[in-house]
């Protein structure tokens, strides 16, 4: 664990995907990041604990629960944690508007950036309705996930015996798949429709495993990737500034949006309100 000295602090933060129960989650390094930072706020968005995988077949590593208490121990010592479940965490949605061993969960939530700038937190479920283009797409693509995961997982394996740092060789795939493009590029587009509809300066959400960063139209995409294929968070600094970071064994800044310039839409008197969610 890193002195407090030695952290990097940040305003706020945002994480999601991180599917604990999951095999395939990289809890390792996300506890290596949790450890290495601080910050005012933690966002959690979603899919943090995989209760669907679980569910199938109980996995429980003890680095997962390691990573809960790690939260846990950032909301007792003052950092404010706020929780927007998943669909794979859905069950929580019970609990919207409520607080939790100290963390508060909302369906959806307004973001003021240091730099003043307006930004819809949701974890993206929502926008599912514009990348599923029939059913047997939808079952053939879950199967192809799980190849892909395991590809990953083995092909890492055996870069790490060779020296090699981690790579996504699933993001890699995905990426050069046209199908894959399409569904991605869809998902951005209702996700940065939706933050024109609520009157905001950008969106960040996760659930599609893709990081990015990007500017719309004048709105602001930001999606904060995922703890199992990329190992990615999404960081606000003292400025406003918003970047996305790599933490694996290497650490990275994939890319940054310097959000100051960019016009507002006209301000609402409940611009820092936790909001329902969208139809």
Avoid at 91 to 112: A, C, D, K, M
Avoid at 258 to 263: A, G, H, K, R, T
Wanted: hydrophobic residues 40%.
């Amino acid at each position: 664990m890193k002195s407090a000295e030695q952290k990097a602090k940040y305003p706020a933060i945002w994480i999601s995907d991180v599917h604990l129960g999951y095999k395939d989650c990289r809890a390792d390094y996300l506890l290596d990041f949790l450890s290495a930072v601080e910050t005012d706020v933690l966002y959690l968005v979603g899919d943090i604990i995989d209760l669907w995988s679980m569910k199938r077949q109980f996995y429980w590593h003890p680095s997962h629960y390691q990573v809960l208490n790690c939260i846990q121990q950032k909301a007792a010592n003052g950092t404010r944690v706020i929780y927007i479940p998943g669909n794979h965490d859905e069950t929580f949605r019970n609990y919207i508007n409520q607080t939790l061993f100290g963390i508060e969960v909302h369906q959806q939530y307004i973001h003021v950036t240091q730099a003043n700038k307006r930004f819809l937190l949701v974890h993206g479920d929502d926008f599912d309705s514009a990348t599923r283009y029939n059913k047997i797409i939808s079952i053939a693509g879950d199967a192809g996930y799980d190849l892909l995961l395991f590809l990953n997982r083995w092909s890492n394996k055996i870069r790490k015996l060779f020296g090699g740092n981690y790579w996504s060789l699933a993001s890699w795939i995905k990426a050069r798949v046209h199908k894959a493009r399409e569904a991605i590029n869809a998902f951005e587009d209702a996700a940065i429709h939706e933050a024109k509809k609520q009157n905001v300066d950008g969106i960040i959400c996760g659930h599609i495993h893709h990081p990015k960063i990007k500017v719309c139209d004048g709105i602001v995409y930001c999606n904060d990737g995922d703890w199992i294929e990329n190992c990615t968070a999404l960081v606000e600094q003292a400025d406003g500034k918003i970047e996305l970071l790599h933490w694996s064994d290497t650490h990275t800044v994939l890319d940054s949006a310097d959000i100051s310039n960019i016009s507002s839409p006209l301000m609402s008197n409940d611009d820092a309100k936790p909001k329902k969610s969208a139809a």
